[in-house]
């Protein structure tokens, strides 16, 4: 895509993208978009970097456009539950109409609120309802709040779909109690449809896994895997070429291998290959490790420091997985060739750094989520 003259450069990461930066993921969103017009309730589970928020966004952006009222809330951003409840009652009063109208409907839905209107950081209005005033106050409300999105939906006349993004950050608010609070409400609202979607996937799992949690057996189980190489290395030939850049034999190959399936990567290592190629209309034979170097460099920071400050344990781990990989961590082989220790210390050094999002699990094998950080771990720690 030119602007004035430049060339827009078609890689994007780091963010939410939709439209023509969305890619190969149309059967995911079909059956999302299905399964959220028969309001069902989803849990959507992946690895960090997938394309999780993208698929959703895309998936909200369609609904949208056929009428249904949509709710987005990232719950990583919240650092308290009743920040997490005042915003959500924002969202869904929000399609309310002008401030005066959304407060006679919030104080007719929910009259023991006393809801005031004030500004945030940016100027904009907002309602502020006072939840964190008092701990047993949001006990008393919060069913009534889960149970508003089937009062709208039935006052308006409309399907409503919300999404709670990386669920699993619930359980650091008197999770198991919020849980139960939130399944009886929401399996009463068929015209509603919910996703519940997470990247710290056995917290995730075991929510819809284990007969004694509330989300038990609720709905759909959504996974999304990695993206086949010879898509990936269609769509980047793709790119290059409607630049008018030559690509030499291996550059993208060694983007994908890299990357290992995961699109956050595949972008970011294309986005940069792109800035270095475009100039002179060649991508070279050596670019790739250049990018990448690049990139470590200007990380290198920030991973001495998440290094320092991790016990010797989990150092002896992560460093023995960048060297040899994460299949059979626990072989007697394995164990003894890392010096790691015995079994039952590993398992949990393992579950730690999975719960701190450090590593992730994928048919048996434990990775690092950040593959940058990987290769860091791998060079330049002895």
Not at 14 to 21: A, K, L, M, Q
Not at 66 to 75: A, E, K, M, R, S
Not at 129 to 142: A, M, T, V, W, Y
Request: aromatic share 10%.
């Amino acid at each position: 895509m030119c602007n004035g003259g430049y060339m827009e450069n078609p890689f994007i990461y780091g963010e939410r993208v939709t439209g023509e930066y969305f890619w190969d993921r149309e059967q995911e969103v079909e059956r999302l978009k299905i399964d959220l017009l028969s309001s069902q309730k989803v849990f959507l589970i992946s690895s960090r970097k997938m394309g999780k928020s993208s698929l959703v966004a895309t998936v909200l952006e369609q609904l949208e456009k056929q009428g249904i009222i949509t709710v987005y809330l990232d719950l990583e951003k919240f650092s308290s539950y009743d920040k997490l409840l005042e915003r959500y009652l924002n969202c869904l009063m929000k399609h309310e109409g002008p401030l005066e109208k959304a407060l006679d409907f919030i104080k007719q839905l929910l009259p023991q609120l006393r809801p005031e209107i004030r500004l945030d950081e940016e100027g904009k209005p907002f309602f502020s309802f006072g939840l964190g005033r008092s701990p047993q106050g949001i006990e008393n409300i919060e069913s009534e709040i889960y149970e508003l999105p089937g009062k709208i939906s039935e006052k308006k006349g409309k399907k409503i779909v919300i999404v709670f993004d990386e669920f699993q950050e619930i359980l650091d608010f008197n999770g198991k109690h919020i849980e139960g609070v939130i399944r009886s409400e929401v399996q009463r609202q068929r015209n509603v449809g919910y996703v519940f979607c997470g990247s710290k996937k056995h917290l995730l799992a075991d929510m819809v896994s284990s007969p004694e949690r509330p989300f038990y057996q609720i709905g759909p189980i959504m996974r999304l895997d990695k993206i086949p190489g010879e898509t990936m290395l269609r769509f980047l030939k793709e790119k290059f070429l409607s630049a008018n850049i030559d690509v030499d034999g291996g550059c993208l190959d060694q983007i994908i291998e890299f990357s290992r399936g995961v699109p956050h990567y595949v972008q970011m290592l294309a986005h940069r290959l792109w800035d270095y190629s475009v100039s002179k209309g060649k991508a070279e034979a050596g670019d790739v490790q250049k990018v990448v170097n690049e990139l470590i460099s200007q990380s290198f920071e920030e991973f001495q420091s998440r290094w320092g400050n991790l016990i010797t344990s989990k150092k002896l781990l992560l460093k023995a997985i960048s060297v040899s990989g994460g299949q059979n961590v626990l072989s007697k082989k394995y164990m003894t060739e890392h010096n790691l220790g015995y079994p039952s210390s590993i398992r949990r050094t393992l579950l730690s750094l999975m719960d701190e999002g450090i590593l992730d699990k994928e048919d048996g094998s434990y990775f690092f989520t950040d593959l940058l950080f990987c290769r860091w771990t791998k060079d330049y720690v002895e």
